[in-house]
């Protein structure tokens, strides 16, 4: 391709945006108010990536030495990533609050800014556990419209996944990727680091039905429910087995390498609940983690569920409620969530 195509064939998240607000297949277009959270997302992606990148060198790894709603120990990048996106949206106009798995309460707009009509849910960086250690991590986001006439207090969040008008993640791995959907199917942008813009490589990207590969912390075998064990038994049965095919395992410990991986050649993805914790379903996050996932998962063709039932039609009830999930190939997370009934 020469040198003028090679640029003229780029399309940038900007120009994919401002194309989505032209069209209209029914969803009606990307109004702008979106557009500009979105952009505002992707660029505070871009500056997290950069901190990530830093490592030892820029003196971001470790504890912060505080801890989160959910008792756990945050990492210093846990506290910058939020703080970044904090800082990005606060004074768009776009948002009328936002709330982070980092941060015990909502964060409303402060007076001072102009107040917007959506509310954006994120996990600032996901997979803590392996900031240290150099493995892919990612920040996830979602976006809800904040319901009229309402003071964005921690109802306004408590909306079924089914009523998200954006959701996406990043992954900060050997690339730094953007995977976003606005209800029209996913879109994938690479970072390119020497312009630092977001590049779409990957558009309509579809799950395959069917898969070889599944994703699950093994060492929790001893607290699963009954269907859990049931089917994780059938596929290390392998092609002696009643799926009557040799399955591969991967468990990376960041969900959006997991998700990422999924969505880039099929697989199902577990974190089923457990005997630990009765009141604790499941170790993830329903409205930042389950919900964006269930919601990019369900546009590329693949099914979200917690075992019993579609994961976008879970009533939430608290802001950081967890949920199991099972989700990626259709067919797989078909099998394991009829066991369960
Ligand atoms: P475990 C990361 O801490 C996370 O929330 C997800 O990203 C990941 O899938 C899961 O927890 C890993 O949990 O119990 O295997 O460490």
Known sequence: MSEANAVRGRVSLTRYL????????????????LRLLIEVVARACKQIAHEVGKGALGGVLGEAGTGNIQGE?????????????????????????????????????????????????FDPLDGSSNI???????????????PEGTTPGESAFLQAGSHQVAAGYAVYGPQTQLVLTVGHGVAVFTL???????????????????????????????????????????LLAGHEGPLAKDYNMRWVASMVADVHRILSRGGVFMYPRDAREPDKPGKLRLLYEANPMSFIVEQAGGAATDGRGRILDVAPEKLHQRIAVFLGSKNEVERVTRYHA
């Open 192 to 234: 390119d680091r020497e312009t630092h813009s977001w590049i779409l490589t990957d558009d309509g990207v579809r799950i395959p039905e069917d898969t070889k590969e599944f994703a699950i912390n093994m060492s929790n075998r001893r607290h699963w429910e009954a269907p859990v064990s049931r089917y994780i038994d059938e």
């Open 132 to 146: 240290d250690v150099n493995v892919s991590i990612g920040t996830i986001f979602s976006v809800l419209g904040c």
């Open 18 to 33: 401002i194309e989505l607000e032209r069209h209209d297949d029914g969803r009606g277009p990307l109004p702008p108010s």
């Open 73 to 121: 120990a945050q990492k210093k990048l846990d506290v910058i990533a939020n703080e970044i996106l904090l800082e990005a949206n606060e004074w768009g106009g776009h948002l009328a609050a936002m709330a982070s798995e980092e941060m015990a309460t909502v964060f409303p707009i402060p007076d001072h800014y102009p107040s917007g009509e959506y509310l954006l849910l």
